[in-house]
Structure formats: C-alpha cells, structure tokens
C-alpha cells in the first residue's frame, strides 16, 4: 500500500534537488567570474595614469656680484693698471741708458723688469738683457806664457780668426824662441792668408828644427795655396830646411 505524498514532502525533494544542481555546477564558472573581476580590476588599474610631480627646470642666474666684491676688484685692476705703468717708467728709463751705451745701469734695470714686470715687458726687457750683458762681459785674460799664447793661437787658427792667431803665435814664438810647432803654426796661418814669403820663412824655420814634418806639410791642406810654388817643393820634398832663395 503507497503512501501519499504530501506537498510538504515534495517542496522539501525539490529543495534538495535545487542544491544539489547548484553544487553541480563546474567551478570555472566561478572562476570565470573571478577572472572577469581581476581583469577589469587591472584594466582599471592600467587605464589609470602613472603620473609623477613634473620637475621645473630653473633657469641658470649670474649671481649679481656685492658692492664690496665690486670694490675689491676694481681695486685691483687700479693696482695692475699702476703696475703696468710704472714698470713701462722704468723700460723707458733702461732703453735710453742702453742707447746712450750705459750697459751696466741699464742692465740692473732689466734685470728687475724681467723679474717683476707684466709678461709684454717682461719679454721685451730679457732681450735687452742679454744684448747688455754681452756688451758688459769681460774679456778673456791674456795668455801669459808660451804655451798660453800658443794654446790661443791654436783656437784662433781653427777658428780662422788669422790675425789674431797670428799675433798670439809670434808672442809665443818671442817668449820662447826655437819650438817648431810654433813655427809651424806660424807658417800655417801666413799661407792661409795669402803670405807667401812668411809662410815659407817659418816653413824654413820648422824643418831645420825637425825635418820629419816635411810629410805632415805635403798632406796639410793648409798649405794647399802654396802647392805650385816651386820654392815651397823644393823645400818640403828635399827633406830638409835648405836655405831658400826667396824670388820677387
């Protein structure tokens, strides 16, 4: 025998039914939703602008200078312009002394100049400088004995300063008579200046006192003037210091 059902019974079954259909359902579904949710959450967050607080940029200034920073150059450029001034006194000053041929003051004046004055002065004095001092410079001391004055005498005739190593070899030759370098530098020295006769005096005078030179005469270029001159072969190729018999 069934039992009737009653209405109670049924909304009860079908209550359960529902929620039975509603735990059913697939998860993605809620998952879809949550999806959807985070989305539109990001896309709002990206739609929204990342602004930052804009930088001005200030413009640069001079800052203005201070009466008192105003004072302090300004004094000094009075203090250079004085400067400049009473250096260019005193280049004035030391020219007219170097152009009256006083060396020696205007060479003190120089010498402070180049030391203390502007650049443009201080350059034109160090040329003025020097041009003093090789006019203010003392001179050499005079040899003294033989072999000083041949030892100058040397230099001079390398040198070809000939009248000077002349005048220092026939001091040589008076202090002390009778060396045959001397005299052969002697007769050196006359050649190169054309002497015909005096070089071949000494010539004479260095072969008697040693007839080995004769070779070092032939192979001297300093004699080379004297070459065709039959008195001068005659000479150094007998060997000897023959007399010589000199021919106007």
Same mark, same amino acid.
């Not at 989305?39 to 930052?52: M, V």
């Not at 030391?115 to 041009?131: D, F, G, N, Q, W």
């Not at 052969?184 to 010539?203: I, K, R």
């Given at each position: 025998?069934?039992? &009737?059902?009653?209405?109670?019974?049924?909304?009860?079954?079908?209550?359960?039914?529902?929620?039975?259909?509603?735990?059913?359902?697939?998860?993605?579904?809620?998952?879809?939703?949550?999806?959807?949710?985070?989305?539109?959450?990001?896309?709002? *967050?990206?739609?929204?602008?990342?602004?930052?607080?804009?930088?001005? @940029?200030?413009?640069? +200034?001079?800052?203005?200078?201070?009466?008192?920073?105003?004072?302090?150059?300004?004094? %000094?450029?009075?203090?250079?312009?004085?400067?400049?001034?009473?250096?260019?006194?005193?280049?004035?000053?030391?020219?007219? *002394?170097?152009?009256?041929?006083?060396?020696? &003051?205007?060479?003190? =004046?120089?010498?402070?100049?180049? $030391?203390? $004055?502007?650049?443009? *002065?201080?350059?034109?004095?160090?040329?003025?400088?020097? %041009?003093?001092?090789?006019?203010?410079?003392?001179?050499?001391?005079?040899?003294?004995?033989?072999?000083?004055?041949?030892?100058?005498? =040397? $230099?001079?005739?390398?040198?070809?300063?000939?009248?000077?190593? =002349?005048?220092?070899?026939?001091?040589?030759?008076?202090?002390?008579?009778?060396?045959?370098? @001397?005299?052969?530098?002697?007769?050196?020295?006359?050649? *190169?200046?054309?002497?015909?006769?005096?070089?071949? +005096?000494?010539?004479?005078?260095? %072969? +008697?006192?040693?007839?080995?030179?004769?070779?070092? =005469?032939?192979?001297?270029?300093?004699?080379?003037? %004297?070459?065709?001159?039959?008195?001068?072969?005659?000479?150094?190729?007998?060997?000897?210091?023959?007399?010589?018999?000199?021919?106007?």
């Amino acid at each position: 025998m069934r039992m &009737k059902q009653t209405n109670s019974s049924k909304s009860r079954r079908n209550g359960a039914s529902r929620s039975r259909r509603n735990d059913a359902q697939p998860l993605g579904s809620h998952n879809g939703s949550s999806a959807r949710e985070k989305a539109g959450s990001s896309t709002s *967050l990206r739609s929204k602008p990342n602004r930052q607080p804009s930088r001005q @940029v200030g413009v640069l +200034t001079t800052p203005r200078a201070t009466p008192r920073a105003e004072a302090q150059t300004n004094h %000094l450029q009075e203090r250079r312009a004085a400067q400049y001034a009473s250096a260019l006194k005193s280049y004035d000053a030391a020219t007219r *002394l170097f152009r009256k041929e006083e060396y020696g &003051k205007a060479r003190g =004046i120089f010498e402070k100049l180049v $030391a203390t $004055a502007p650049p443009e *002065l201080a350059e034109r004095s160090a040329v003025h400088l020097r %041009l003093c001092q090789n006019r203010t410079r003392r001179p050499d001391p005079l040899p003294k004995t033989a072999a000083e004055c041949y030892v100058m005498g =040397i $230099a001079q005739l390398n040198s070809r300063d000939l009248e000077s190593a =002349i005048n220092h070899l026939e001091r040589a030759d008076q202090l002390q008579p009778g060396r045959e370098e @001397v005299r052969y530098a002697l007769a050196a020295a006359h050649a *190169l200046q054309g002497n015909v006769d005096e070089a071949l +005096t000494h010539l004479q005078a260095t %072969l +008697t006192l040693r007839p080995a030179n004769s070779f070092q =005469i032939r192979q001297d270029e300093d004699f080379a003037l %004297l070459a065709a001159d039959p008195r001068f072969r005659a000479l150094v190729y007998a060997g000897g210091g023959k007399k010589l018999t000199m021919v106007d």
